[in-house]
């Protein structure tokens, strides 16, 4: 699918919390950063002595070195908490009741160091949304759904729930649970408390959508995530759509830009991308920063208008002026030399800066490459792998693939074969293609150790069950191929 396809809400259901490098926000991109357009892609060439000297490495987003045809669309964040809306509906809440659950913190198959759950989580910080699920105060984190045999099933933990504490400690985003987790030993035990409602998912869901029947926007969109991702329910495009143009008919912003994005791309409903153009213009003109902001890749993009790369990067400013960081990577993008603009690459690291300093995993992957490169700055790999290791930390996959080739070659950082082989491992099971290309047609460029610690990863996964030796053959391939289609 093609630009802000449905798909662009998985990213936040993709946190399985079963290895210390499980990240939580960042969505799966097959074309580098995922952020910017367009048509050409740039990389670093490097070589070793086991090398074929082609290149293995991916720096940049496609095309951002040229502006000879039309960029790729990016797909778009998630709007950001309130995005303008007026959110019709919000005194509406779900009824439930906060329960304590035991759970018992397994040692992680393979690495029993660890301590492993086994929950798949979604971040729920909207306090509009929040309210309207029933949560009192800060937010908590929603389960999507548990692995079988693990803990988090042991203890009854099911879709519908949310966590808000660990061992009375409030719990409100992925990464404080992933971080509480982390710190347990193996073995020991701790309680959740979990707010709860309807008897199964079945109830939760019905009870939902009640909610949303009853004028709730926050549940509207609620359930057209939930229909995007097939998370609890059977993945149905057209069922989303329907509820994002339920909450934008009654008001909701995040739902014109949803519903218009919708139409953009004809998923889920018929192309129309005149009527795109005027709900999501309605959005951004109602205060919707992200809508400001894929209003810009209309005209950058020449989507539906006339391309128009001054108006674009004006609508990219407007949103980044109210600190949407997605804005500040397309700025960066644009002086990148992407976009219709002649290349600044001192202001594209400025924007890169700003983003990447307000927490932006985007921008950070970005600012990363501008210094393995040196452009715009001095050429210094201590910093490019500096920021990859904070983007990968935000699960930005260009960074994780970029920072395990800095690990294998000691590139910036202490040489560490088997933490790469960790980062590598990662990248694959979130299927980024790069990555996967990397490991079938280019394994040589990488070092024997690190394919002797690849393949020991892929045998505790199950996956494996030839020679740790480090030679790829057709055993490690399969398993590879069997790894990512898994998921």
Known sequence: MRGLSL??????????????????????????????????TDILRVADDESDDRDIIRLLPPGSGSSSSAPSTPELPFPPVGGGDAVPGQGLRLSGQSIQVPIAFQPWPGQEQLAYVGIRLDGVNDPALASALGLDGEAGIFVVDTTPGAP??????????????LDGTPITHTSEFLEAVKARTPGSQGTLTVWRVGDDATGYLSALRDLADRGSTPAMMFLARLYTNGTGVQRDAEEAVSWFKKAALAGSTNGMLLYGDALASGTGTVKDVTEAQRWIRKSAESGNVAALFRLGRMYRDGEGLMRDPLEAINLFKKAAEA??????????????GGGGLEADHLQAVQWYKRAADLGDAEGMAALGTMYSTGRGVEKN????????????????????????????KGIGVSRDPNMAAGYIYQALERRYQFTYQQMMQNSRAWSRDFRRALQQRLAAGGYYSGSVDGAFGRTTFDAINAMVQAQ
Request: glycine share 10%; charged share 10%.
């Open 152 to 165: 988090g099933a042991q203890a009854g933990l099911r879709f519908g729930d949310f966590v808000t504490a």
């Open 323 to 336: 600190n949407y960081t997605p804005a500040m990577v397309a700025v960066g993008l644009m002086f990148e």
């Open 7 to 40: 798909r662009a809400l998985t990213a936040a259901f993709a946190l399985l919390l079963t290895a210390p490098l499980s990240c939580s926000s960042a969505a799966p991109s097959l074309s580098g950063l995922g952020h910017g357009g367009a048509s050409r």
């Open 381 to 408: 790999p201590a910093t490019a792998a500096a920021w990859y290791i904070e983007a990968a930390k935000r699960g930005q996959l260009l960074a994780i693939h970029n920072l395990a080739y800095h690990y294998d």
